[in-house]
Each structure stands twice: as structure tokens, then as C-alpha cells.
């Protein structure tokens, strides 16, 4: 199973895949396209990721959540062209109890945000387009540009 995905996030069937019938409590989060970044009007966006290192890295963050936690998890992350407006991720975390659900949806969010090496092409109002790689925000609190962006001349900050 992929935990990246080219395609909308369905969200009813993202929430059937992590709660089961032993299930009371089921915590999510969704990130969506926001029409800003940094004090810029943002038009649209673009995820890319090197798609094995990134899989592989949520579902580790997905095992560490449920040896944690009594908690079954699910979570899409989008890639591709994405709206103002289109979800960009999802993280669905079922327990038999609430707290541990909680607990476990933030964990999961932060950590995809933190770690998972998935790069952000963000096309302004402006006409320009800038660079974010997301899992810098969590190292150096702000952004940085994709690692090619500087030679494209498209560094955002």
C-alpha cells in the first residue's frame, strides 16, 4: 500500500480503513491548498517527492504511532498539481478510546511534516514560482528551497 497518492483523498474510505468495529474514538487531520505562503498570494501548487524514500518513511512513521498507541492509523499525502482548496493531506487515527486517538493523529501530522521528503512547487499570484521543502520548516523553523531550486533560480523563502 502507498501511502502517496496522484488522485483526491477520500476521506470516508481513508476512515474506514483505519476504524474497525473495537473503534470509539477516531481523530484526523486535513491539510488543505491555502491561497498563501509567507505573506504571497498563491494561485496553486505542485507536490513532488522521491516517491520510495517518502512512502517509506510515512509508513515508519505510521508503525511508530501504532507501537505508541493502541491505534490503528491511515494517511494520504497528495503529489501533483493541487488547488486552492484541494486536500494535501490526510491522517486518520482510530482507538477504542479518544485520547489515544488524539494523541496519535497529532504525532503522525508533525512527524510526516517533519521528516517525510516531499517538495512543494508553489506558483504565486504573481506569476512566479518558488520552491518549499516542508520538512525544513520542522529542522530550522522556516522554510527552504528544494535543493535544485537555487540553480533554477526559483528560491523561495
Known amino acids: 500500500m502507498s501511502y502517496l497518492t496522484r488522485w483526491p483523498i477520500d476521506l470516508v474510505a481513508l476512515t474506514a480503513e483505519a476504524a474497525g468495529p473495537a473503534d470509539g474514538g477516531v481523530a484526523s487531520f486535513i491539510g488543505l491548498v491555502r491561497d498563501h505562503h509567507d505573506g504571497r498570494g498563491v494561485a496553486r501548487l505542485e507536490y513532488s517527492a522521491y516517491e520510495p524514500m517518502a512512502d517509506g518513511e510515512v509508513g515508519l512513521i505510521v508503525r511508530e504511532a501504532e507501537a505508541r498507541w493502541p491505534v490503528h492509523i491511515a494517511v494520504r499525502h497528495r503529489l501533483g498539481s ?76
Do not use: M, N
Not at 501530522?109 to 516542508?134: C, H, L, M, N, Q
Open 82 to 157: 493541487l488547488e486552492i482548496g484541494d486536500i494535501a493531506v490526510a491522517v486518520v487515527s482510530a482507538s477504542a478510546h479518544r485520547a489515544a486517538a488524539f494523541e496519535a493523529c497529532r504525532y503522525v501530522t508533525e512527524e510526516v511534516k517533519r521528516r517525510v521528503p516531499i517538495w512543494k512547487k508553489e506558483f504565486y499570484a504573481d506569476g512566479s514560482i518558488g520552491w518549499v521543502d516542508p520538512t525544513a520548516i520542522g529542522r530550522t523553523g522556516q522554510s527552504s528551497a528544494r535543493p535544485d531550486a537555487a540553480a533554477l533560480g526559483q528560491v523561495s523563502e
